[in-house]
């Protein structure tokens, strides 16, 4: 038998941004169980190439293989049902639902009650904080309370490949700390995770490899623990001293 | 005291048709930010339609109660108007999703307009009589025999409105479909990344309102006695004027908002008449004195001018209020 594909595998992929060609043709490959994060300063072109990935995004050339299968342009909702989920840029909670609706909706594609019921008793146990305001709109919750909702939503779909779009942005360091926590829990489960960030550090030192992206092409890639010790990245990235 | 209890009456029954009506507008308004004016034409397909499976029914004297012929004719028309709601969504306005907002506006003006016509042709332009099976009762609410009466009809229409906005709030509040629903008119592109078959959660938007729209058209044709394919452009505007008033994109809105106009309406055309009775002014005008001596009933406006009274609120709300008595609180949106 062949070896199985990559869960996930960008092959040239273009995706232009009003009017501009923001993503100039990558090539990234997620492998099953693996935690791969893209990093990158602002306006590079990470989170771009996610909504190339999940339909928001026209892609104008190259393939987006999902196992396997090429699913270049196809809505969200096809890919969700395939197993995929993600967690948008800015968290995309939705803010007049309440925390338990904004759950349900994670679980939209699932019909299993008692297995919802038991996914969002498990988010409560990890979140504690959403239970308590279960019943509140999550437009009433803090940013980082939002973060929280926005990775246990993900997750109520029991993902094969979570998707994350700059999940510490605009966090205190002890909420940060906290996703990140969440981030190796739950790839540790086998969610296989393809991280996006701009905090170069932490996203290199819990991820298996990496990627660099700089005004839309894949400038570096490798193992996260040598991209770290990269003298390149340290002085760009790190805030280290070359 | 007793024109009043009357006129609170009419309204209230006015008001719950308004209601239903006004549910479809702020559903689809609420969901895609569109005024489907089209709606009170999909209302007078369904009044149409019943009436057609009405008249069909009773002339082959088919063995039913009254009530259950006209129930047979709601149950067609439901899915007759369930049919052109889903049309009109999946040809004319979904194409037209990504454009200029004023794009699908006009399409809904133009929408409407075809289904005049369309039911011109099938229905004559003639007014059609309803067949009034259903024997109007009329129920005495107070003690003076030519008080004011309540009918089986306006009870009908008041309890069948209640249950359907019940109903409809449920499946809202309550059910995965509903929460879909708001979770779609909140952020399009986020519900996707949940798994939401958007355009399918916008195309059963549009089939529940045009259900709802298909019983008050039968309720419409059956109080008022009489069926028009004019019939759905002022009852359009109307219901569309009480989802304003009670803040279009709103629910609970919608439900006061058609209640408050009808009984806005019925109080109007009630009192008009005798507000604007210019015999009050006699005193000061001989010749007015001379004419009030033979008619005390020299009025500027009488009860004709009822349908004044929904776009007079209209205004007052676009000037004063324009986000509606409980429109949307902007600190909700996240």
Redesign the interface.
């Known amino acids: 038998m062949a070896e199985a594909p990559p869960l996930l595998a960008l092959e040239g992929l273009k995706v232009s941004y009003g009017g501009i060609q923001a993503v100039k043709g990558i090539d990234l490959v997620v492998g099953r169980g693996e935690l791969v994060c893209l990093i990158g300063a602002n306006g590079a072109g990470k989170s771009t190439t996610l909504k190339g990935v999940t339909g928001l995004q026209p892609v104008s050339g190259g393939t987006v293989r999902y196992d396997g299968e090429d699913v270049t342009g196809r809505p969200a909702f096809e890919l969700v049902r395939r197993g995929l989920a993600m967690v948008p840029e800015g968290r995309g909670v939705f803010g007049a639902l309440s925390i338990e609706e904004n759950l349900a909706m994670g679980a939209y594609i699932r019909s299993d009650k008692a297995g919802i019921r038991e996914d969002v008793e498990r988010a409560f146990a990890l979140f504690p904080r959403l239970k308590e305001r279960r019943r509140q709109t999550a437009g009433t919750l803090s940013g980082g309370e939002q973060q929280m909702l926005a990775m246990a939503r993900a997750l109520m779909s029991r993902p094969r490949l979570l998707l994350l779009d700059e999940p510490s942005m605009g966090l205190a360091p002890l909420m940060v700390q906290k996703v990140f926590e969440t981030v190796i829990a739950v790839s540790r489960e086998g969610v296989t995770i393809l991280l996006i960030e701009q905090n170069a550090k932490l996203a290199l030192e819990v991820s298996h490899r990496g990627y660099v992206m700089e005004s839309g092409t894949i400038t570096l890639a490798g193992e996260a623990k040598a991209l770290l010790h990269d003298p390149k990245i340290r002085a760009a990235y790190l805030g280290v001293g070359a | 005291m007793d024109i009043f209890l009357q006129q609170i009456v009419n309204g209230l029954t006015l008001g719950c048709v308004y209601a239903v009506v006004a549910l479809g507008y702020t559903m689809v308004y609420g969901i895609i930010q569109l005024i489907n004016f089209a709606h009170g034409e999909v209302v007078m397909i369904g009044a149409m339609t019943a009436y057609s499976v009405i008249v069909a029914l009773t002339g082959a004297q088919v063995p039913l109660p009254p009530v259950a012929i006209v129930l047979v004719g709601a149950l067609v028309a439901m899915p007759v108007c369930m049919g052109v709601g889903y049309a009109l969504e999946r040809t004319a306005y979904r194409p037209l999703r990504g454009a200029p907002r004023l794009a699908p506006l006009i399409t809904a003006i133009g929408l409407s307009i075809i289904l005049q016509h369309l039911a011109m042709i099938v229905w004559t332009r003639n007014p059609l009589s309803y067949p009034q099976i259903i024997r109007q009762v009329p129920i005495h609410l107070t003690g003076n025999p030519d008080g004011a009466t309540i009918t089986n009809v306006q009870i009908a229409i008041i309890v069948a409105s209640v249950m359907m906005m019940g109903a409809l709030l449920a499946l809202v509040y309550r059910t995965?479909l509903g929460?879909?629903m708001?979770?779609v008119a909140?952020?399009p592109?986020?519900?996707?990344?949940?798994?939401?078959?958007?355009n399918r959660v916008i195309a059963l938007t549009f089939v529940i309102g045009a259900a709802l729209g298909a019983v008050a058209g039968v309720m419409v044709g059956s109080y008022y006695g009489i069926a028009h394919y004019q019939m759905g452009a002022l009852l359009g505007l109307k219901a569309f004027s009480a989802a304003v008033l009670g803040g279009i994109g709103n629910l609970a809105g919608a439900m006061l908002g058609g209640l408050l106009l009808g009984v806005i309406e019925a109080l109007g055309a009630g009192y008009v008449g005798e507000l604007t009775n210019l015999c009050r002014l006699s005193g000061w005008f001989d010749a007015l004195a001379q004419r009030c001596a033979s008619d005390p009933n020299v009025t500027l406006f009488g009860s004709n001018y009822q349908d004044v009274f929904a776009f007079i609120v209209l205004i007052l709300v676009l000037v004063f209020r324009p986000s509606g008595l409980l429109g949307e609180r902007v600190?909700?949106?996240?």
């Open positions: 995965k929460i879909a708001r979770a909140q952020n592109s986020i519900a996707g990344l949940m798994g939401i078959d958007i600190a909700d949106r996240a």
